[in-house]
């Protein structure tokens, strides 16, 4: 240690570095050299005393659940599970195995497939939260600005997310089921009431009657009425599936066959052959 | 359809295409129009009565666990938790939120943080079974076994692990919670069991006697003798950590802070400023 | 081979799969057991008679490119480089790296830092595109439509994108660079000169004189008028950094400093600490 | 501006911290306001003046290459380019681009898809380095040495990286062409004329006198002669055929078929049923 007092500008510039605003800012976890803090509680009289539903939601909503708020959230996480070789994602894993037999990369790889094109409770729960802000500060009545938003939407050619299945009709039973959990837990309030409204003034439409509101629609406004955001919903989404995939992978990587490629006679490609020394010439470049 | 029987070449082709062994198999999971089979079961009849965790043993080993066991794969799962901005990945994580605010991105990014560098205990479950496959097909009593085990890795100065603590001393208090549980379960076995034995043997070396069994290489032991196979151990290992992501991450998202960077005055860069044109021309390129 | 004819209905359904659209097809590349062909030309005469760019080219737009087209490409993949430490996305590839040191997971983490928050010459590139096609299905004159388009984003607060710097003034000195190459390739056309139609109705505004059409914009448009989708606008913005990326990844993965956190003392944890005991029973969680 | 001087303790505690080394330390860039140094030349002077290829080299190894060198890693770059959907990184990033339409998701997923099953000229460029290091620190001569390897090798069973090719016999051609180019660019040398030592050993065992060293070993032996590193070899190959993954992925984008799953008929699923209800209580769960 330099026993020399610091010459005056330096100090002066380091003391303004001690109380300059610190980069990184949380409040989701804390370690200590012998201890970890998750939301404030120690992680060692957690150990067995509360279950990972439960503890997952502690660590996203940043305080102990109900019993009854961990069984839900418990229920929204083993309500899709998997879906086979029929998500994108899952297939790109193992192709991603086959290649580079390494779980995280093939978890990695397939968690990417979530996107604009798949079913996201996320979507279900975005704009369930904007109808209700737009009810709230509005003046219409719900029955009316459901009707309206249902309008709107038809004449942009936008879809309403969370409904529809090509099978069940007027009800989803599992999307039932996970409403009946969510109301006995006390997890069930207006903003799902009122995407329930819009999704009534949609079946009101010839033609519409039996369109669901479906097992991934549920679980976004569950997950709504229980506090999450649409980020958080589809991370929820994706850890709810994520034993699935590894499941997949574990599979794959046993399977040892090596380097997927596209099955035989699934693939065309363009047969056209051309002349690449006549062509470079004809395109500008000189002869060598 | 073409109701002119197929000449006989090209039948003969396609009854081969039919006989053909598939290109993919798998026994996870199959979706019909209106099902879905999660090892053989249907999903509508599993939903509400079987939690998430109990799903994720379904899913890895294809039977349902007791609850004994899905209440040990709960426990493993919430081992660990979180580690705040002490785990690379959860820091990638954050960074690749502030730029692209997409949380499948930042989570894939965290997962990639999983590597050589990380305390994973497919390390451990890895060991262990290979020692156990040592045991077995050897002459040797273990308690030989397991100090020469010991001697070979001193010698090739490899560490053994699944061992060590910076705070703790003798026991890992979490480590001991997560095996009372196993042997509680009937989860706890001779793989697991020999693993100690070859502990016991590593601290009997002189100034090593206080080195812990710790609780990332305990989880190891408990997922081997759960069946698991070490793949299925670190897509476990993920699965358990990937709340405490996602939780990170919303949490930046939220803070909505663009770009994040290396924090002001925590780096230093190369300040040599070179000739571009002298270096160039000195290398031999002509001028323009 | 199965010498008897194969039976009418399996027949019938073969021949259906025979006769079915492949499910994959491409024209990029195709594969033989001796040959590779890119975009139709044998890869064998390509070696060394094609450099990397005009390779790129080809691989995206289906045609060799004049020498002046590649130049122009080569200049456009060169016009950035690297960002240092400033990039989100190089930061967390060396987190990924430190913990992981595997160069693929590296760079994967690495490119998922381009996003919403990013500069990208897609942004450019799609407003663009979509400004042009506004002026040809509309009837308004060039400079009309342009003042119309910078006050309709001004009243929605939505910005340009391609336009500003930090410190340049009035005129980016690499994009006119940029400019002038592809003006003398032939690859300046209406597209491009709308959207400086647009900039300029931008600057007319008083305060915004010396707003610059930077260089990461002038790619955009540059690339646009070479013909390159959005889409391929990201992938070469991605392709042109990628080295950086990789130089990076190297001196990480050699510097050997495992396991990088957040750098001591640049980050404020939630100290509260509270008591899970209590907690957990106010929660309505039974005693063990 | 704090006027007053600091307290000598807290001074001299931030006087450390002045002093501490810092946390990332980096050469390959520098940024400032106006101005970006790559490798400590001015990015201005280089626009233009320096092709991707040389930039690249540049980033790398930290030095303007001369124009042979530049040409040759271009050749390198430019060797492979393409796998069409023979390669599991590429039909993975097809997937993901089916359900998530983001350039940048694919292309982390289809680089995701390098690693220990895949070809990967970083293998042989370890190969190399390592047996040149035993060459150069013991005392056998090279003839001997590389008999030891190949003879080593074959008992453990271990095969040799970058040799062999299903159609190409004694000679790749294109791995020829490549060593060509090196010699002219006075980048063979030592490390890769004793690989090539060994390859001759290889070919001497009867039944092996066809097998050839492929491009891809090529692309390593030249990379290592020019001073990389294994793991900037597997970057400049993911590099490489990064824009084959961009035309794939943009022509997935384009075709527009969302959510790519594993095409009809090559599955095969576990067609077992089992009774839920049944098995769940048989395994000890609790009648509802």
Redesign the interface.
């Known amino acids: 240690?330099?026993v020399n007092?610091?010459p005056?500008a330096?100090?002066?510039?380091?003391?303004?570095?001690?109380t300059?605003p610190?980069?990184?800012?949380?409040?989701?976890?804390?370690?200590t050299?012998?201890k970890?803090?998750?939301?404030?509680?120690?992680?060692?009289?957690?150990?067995?005393?509360?279950?990972?539903?439960a503890?997952?939601f502690l660590?996203?909503r940043g305080?102990?659940?109900?019993?009854?708020e961990a069984d839900l959230l418990?229920?929204v996480?083993?309500?899709?599970?998997?879906?086979?070789?029929?998500?994108?994602?899952t297939?790109?894993?193992?192709?991603?195995a086959?290649?580079?037999?390494?779980?995280?990369?093939?978890?990695?790889?397939g968690?990417?497939?979530?996107?604009?094109?798949?079913m996201d409770p996320?979507e279900t729960a975005r704009f369930c939260i904007q109808a209700y802000e737009r009810l709230e500060s509005g003046s219409l009545p719900a029955e009316e600005l459901a009707q309206q938003i249902v309008d709107e939407l038809r004449s942009r050619k936008q879809r309403i997310p969370g409904l529809g299945h090509?099978?069940?009709r007027y009800v989803d039973?599992?999307a039932q089921?996970?409403k009946e959990?969510a109301v006995a837990a006390g997890a069930w309030g207006p903003r799902a009431e009122f995407f329930e409204q819009i999704h009534r003034a949609f079946t009101s439409i010839p033609g519409k009657e039996s369109i669901v509101l479906n097992d991934v629609g549920m679980m976004g406004l569950v997950l709504v009425e229980m506090g999450f955001?649409p980020?958080?919903t589809?991370?929820?989404a994706?850890?709810?599936t994520?034993?699935?995939v590894?499941?997949?992978?574990?599979?794959e990587?046993?399977?040892a066959r090596?380097?997927?490629?596209?099955?035989?006679?699934?693939?065309?490609?363009?047969?056209?052959?051309?002349n690449?020394?006549n062509?470079?010439k004809d395109?500008?470049?000189d002869a060598?």
């Open positions: 240690m330099n007092p610091a005056a330096e100090a002066l510039e380091a003391q303004e570095q001690l300059a610190p980069y990184w800012s949380t409040s989701v976890s804390r370690v050299d012998s970890v803090f998750i939301r404030g509680y120690d992680l060692e009289d957690m150990i067995g005393e509360l279950p990972f539903s503890a997952t660590l996203l305080r102990i659940p109900t019993p009854a418990d229920a996480l083993s309500a899709v599970l998997d879906y086979s070789l029929q998500k994108s994602g297939v790109a894993a193992r192709y991603i086959s290649a580079n037999p390494n779980m995280p990369a093939a978890l990695a790889a968690i990417l497939g979530v996107g604009k094109n798949t996320c090509p099978v069940f039973p599992r089921k996970l959990k955001s980020e958080e589809t991370g929820l994706i850890l709810s994520l034993p699935g590894i499941a997949h992978v574990a599979e990587i046993k399977a090596p380097i997927r490629t596209v099955p035989e006679g699934t693939a065309e490609y363009d047969q056209t052959v051309r690449f020394v062509d470079r395109s500008g470049w060598e």
